[in-house]
């Protein structure tokens, strides 16, 4: 099950603020009740959602940092 840890990248505050927000509207768009936020900028996503989210990230690309890991299972602590 991949993982994807992303990070906004921003000159200035005022576009941090806008990238942020329109990233969170579109991530809204397409998340289910699969997908695990483990932190406000983890995701946890089932194997079979593994294509759209690569390529709502690859859609982000120029905005982003993102990094994609691979678990066998979510163990929440």
């Not at 768009?29 to 932190?39: C, D, G, L, M, S």
């Not at 294509?51 to 905005?63: A, E, I, R, T």
């Given at each position: 099950?991949?993982?994807?840890?992303?990070?906004?990248?921003?000159?200035n505050n005022?576009?941090?603020?806008?990238?942020?927000?329109?990233?969170?509207?579109?991530?809204?768009?397409?998340?289910?009740?699969?997908?695990?936020?483990?932190?406000?900028?983890?995701?946890?996503?089932?194997?079979?959602?593994?294509?759209?989210?690569?390529?709502?990230?690859?859609?982000?690309?120029?905005?982003?940092?993102?990094?994609?890991?691979?678990?066998?299972?979510?163990?929440?602590?």
């Amino acid at each position: 099950m991949p993982i994807y840890i992303y990070d906004i990248l921003a000159p200035n505050n005022k576009s941090y603020n806008r990238i942020k927000r329109m990233f969170y509207y579109y991530l809204t768009q397409i998340q289910t009740p699969e997908v695990k936020f483990i932190t406000k900028s983890t995701l946890f996503v089932p194997k079979n959602l593994e294509s759209l989210f690569d390529g709502f990230f690859m859609k982000w690309k120029n905005k982003l940092v993102v990094y994609k890991i691979f678990s066998e299972e979510f163990v929440k602590f």
